[in-house]
């Protein structure tokens, strides 16, 4: 066995040590939702009502995408998930600016709305179902990775 010089620990129990304080960032980082999740989560349920498209799907979606907030595109575009038009001068960036998080919301809302999926699955109310459908209908770049940031967003948020 080996023993690190630094701490006069060996290896395999460093091993533990260094796992059970990773368990227990994540624990804590998952007893709060990330970003702006509570100061939305009316907002939202609302927005999902009348689309009717899960609110988890929209809180995950936002979470992978930007924290719900947090990034720098939300933080500067008000643009909470990643949505991309045209390049903009002003701005420096390909993704869209919106004038408050809201109609970022919205945007999101209205682009699931336009998928060839959309009718058949709205009223669903399983995240997940949705979630596969945008990552088919190429929402993201890599799929399977997307589908789990996603997956991993909605845990984060309940």
Known sequence: ?????????????????????????????????????????????SVAIHYQIPADLIFGVGVCESGFGLSKHAKNLNNYFGIRGKYSKIHKTSYVYYAKPEDSIVAF???????KFYDKLKGN??????????????????????????????ASIK
Do not use: Q
């Open 109 to 115: 809302c209205e682009l699931v709305a336009r998928k």
């Open 125 to 154: 109310k399983d995240p997940m179902v949705w979630v596969k459908a945008l990552a088919k209908a190429n929402y993201a770049g890599n799929r399977k990775v997307w589908i789990k940031l996603v997956k991993r967003g909605i």
């Open 1 to 45: 066995m080996t023993k690190s010089k630094f701490l006069n620990v060996n290896y395999h129990t460093m091993k533990k040590i260094i796992y059970v304080l990773c368990l227990l960032i994540s624990v804590s980082m998952m007893a709060k939702p990330p970003g702006n999740v509570e100061k939305y989560r009316k907002f939202v349920d």
